[in-house]
């Protein structure tokens, strides 16, 4: 599917890369979300060893599904254009270093999984992230999560309805805002077991009821973070907004001439 308001698929889904993804993304939510459910006596706590399981699996889920992926259809030209667009985001997060918030690299994700489908979006947003780590020396224990929370704005980027015009770019900035305020707060989620003391009041507690979790964490979120995940997302739907016609054009025009989807015919004309 192309055209305006549609878009290409520069990497295929298949039957076992659908499979791959979707065990990658389950995973991820439980651990994303163990705190807010793991059973009193479990033995997981924000101290235990048994936590950080889940940080050294997500890596190997992640390459799970990026094999997969490649092994379900990535051509040379959907390299090439991986390549130019994840350097292009890898250099742009840089650009927000001591400024709260101001992460100006989402859009690239936006648009290129808007443009090039699902499977892209989910390799360019995890790609992308891995790139600017190890441009900015941020490899650590909170990478798999910020992996994943990229290959997730990529990804959905791609489900988006099919409309043209000014409504695809309004459906774009709304999206674009809350994609990176809900990856903020993904983040933030991420890290609450382990960034406050078990004296204060918005600080996890072990085998405590749901309710009670998720307002600390509520409240966890609004104390610290709402300074950055605020203006990620004004940021993000500014640029989305402002960026959305020319690039979108111009990655449709790339797809277009790099014909993804164009079958392949051996036959000597």
Excluded at 22 to 39: D, M, N, T, Y
Excluded at 66 to 88: M, N, Q, T, W
Excluded at 180 to 198: I, R
């Amino acid at each position: 599917m192309s055209g305006a308001g549609g878009y290409v698929a520069a990497v295929r889904l298949r039957p076992r890369s659908a499979i791959a993804v979707g065990l990658v993304s389950l995973a991820g939510l439980v651990a994303f979300g163990w705190p807010l459910v793991v059973a009193p006596h479990a033995g997981i706590t924000q101290a235990g060893p048994a936590s950080w399981v889940f940080v050294l699996l997500l890596p190997l889920l992640l390459l799970v599904a990026l094999a997969e992926i490649s092994e379900g259809g990535v051509d040379a030209k959907a390299v090439a254009l991986l390549g130019v667009l994840a350097a292009i985001g890898a250099a742009l997060r840089p650009l927000g270093t001591g400024v709260a918030g101001f992460e100006p690299m989402f859009f690239v994700l936006v648009h290129g999984g808007r443009v090039l489908g699902r499977g892209f979006g989910y390799l360019l947003g995890s790609v992308t992230m891995l790139a600017s780590a190890l441009l900015t020396a941020g490899v650590g224990p909170w990478l798999p999560f910020q992996m994943l929370g990229a290959a997730w704005v990529g990804f959905f980027a791609g489900c988006l309805p099919r409309l043209g015009g000014r409504a695809e770019i309004a459906m774009l900035t709304g999206y674009g805002a809350v994609a990176a305020f809900l990856y903020g707060s993904l983040q933030d989620l991420a890290l609450w077991p382990f960034a406050t003391g078990v004296s204060t009041s918005i600080a996890y507690v072990p085998g405590a009821a749901l309710t009670a979790n998720l307002g600390r964490f509520v409240a966890f979120d609004l104390a610290t973070s709402m300074g950055f995940d605020v203006p990620r997302a004004i940021t993000t739907a500014v640029l989305v907004a402002v960026t959305g016609r020319p690039v979108l054009l111009a990655l449709r025009r790339a797809a277009r001439r790099a014909a993804f989807e164009a079958p392949v015919d051996f036959r000597r004309p």
